[in-house]
């Protein structure tokens, strides 16, 4: 299998992109890598922020482990279910997630309702819990998206833009990810076929970096307790909407052809306006 990853347009050639390494006879997959890395940075941020409003560090350090790993839990069992006919023949490979197959959605619902329980047991205030919370959650993103470069998925419909990613048709997870539109535009260079895609892993992770430096930015000039996690909402939701209406392996609603992440996206889009007006007038009360 050809290994590598190209940016015609750009001029970039990325040769030998492995998915992962061995340390002795185990093989240890980048998508993991990065995604610990990502929760590792993202948890340093929010105890730095959750030290700064007030709370004890402590105290939010267990609660960022137990919310991780039902986060991870729950983006499993999302993309398992929505992707039941891939798995249903073989269901034990529902418990394989070194090559993938975490749904971000599915970690952010159940993350936040993790947060929920846990604010309501520790008797803190659940909003401001989750204005402190979602700064860590957008650096996982930012970084976990990269995961999905090196095992060559969540990419987009074909383009030959100038961003117009070129990877071999031998390194792509499932062949249904491959569109009619791809094939009929194969590019083959030194007898290796190749698909030109929309990188949307790199679109999403440079969308992530906007939306954290804007909550940065609101954070310290909040009206309302809530309203760094209502922003993230809206904007995610309407980068995610775009984003994910790009993609090739869109997970889709049960005996529909509808995405279920752009349906979540829109959903919370309107959530967010909703609760930051509500809570915008009561601020003002």
């Known amino acids: 299998m050809d290994k590598s990853i190209i940016f015609p347009n750009l001029h970039i050639t990325l ?11 185990f093989f240890i ?18 105890l730095k922020e959750a030290k700064r409003v007030g709370f004890n560090e402590d105290q939010f350090l267990d609660i960022c482990i137990i919310t991780i790993i039902v986060g991870v839990i729950g983006a499993r069992i ?4 929505f992707a039941w006919d891939y798995y249903k023949d073989n269901p ?12 971000i959605y599915g970690g952010i619902l159940a993350g936040i309702a993790c947060l929920f329980v846990l604010s309501r047991i520790k008797k803190l205030s659940f909003l401001k819990v989750v204005d402190v919370a979602i700064l860590g959650v957008v650096i996982g993103q930012i970084c976990g998206r990269w995961g999905n470069f090196f095992n060559r998925e969540a990419f987009g419909q074909y383009t030959n833009g100038l961003f ?42 440079l969308w992530n970096l906007g939306l954290l430096i804007i909550l940065l930015s609101i954070r310290k000039k909040k009206k309302f307790d809530g309203f760094v996690f209502f922003t993230y909402l809206i904007l995610y939701g309407m980068g995610r909407f775009w984003i994910e ?40 009360k």
């Open 15 to 25: 040769d030998n992109v492995e998915k992962g390494f061995y340390v002795g006879s």
């Open 29 to 46: 997959a980048f998508y993991g890598v990065i995604i610990a890395i990502g929760m590792l940075v993202g948890v340093s941020v929010i």
């Open 78 to 81: 999302y993309y398992v279910v």
């Open 92 to 103: 034990i490979s529902a418990l394989n997630i070194r090559q993938g197959g975490l749904a």
């Open 164 to 205: 117009a990613m070129l990877i071999p048709t031998t390194a792509v997870r499932s062949s249904a990810d491959i569109t009619t539109e791809m094939l009929s535009n194969i590019v083959n260079i030194n007898g290796v076929d190749y698909i030109s895609v929309h990188p949307t892993f790199l679109y999403e992770s």
């Open 245 to 284: 209406g790009l993609r090739t392996d869109q997970l889709k609603l049960w005996g529909t052809n509808l995405a279920v992440s752009q349906l979540l996206a829109a959903v919370l889009v309107v959530l967010g306006v909703g609760f930051c007006t509500y809570f915008y007038k009561q601020s003002k």
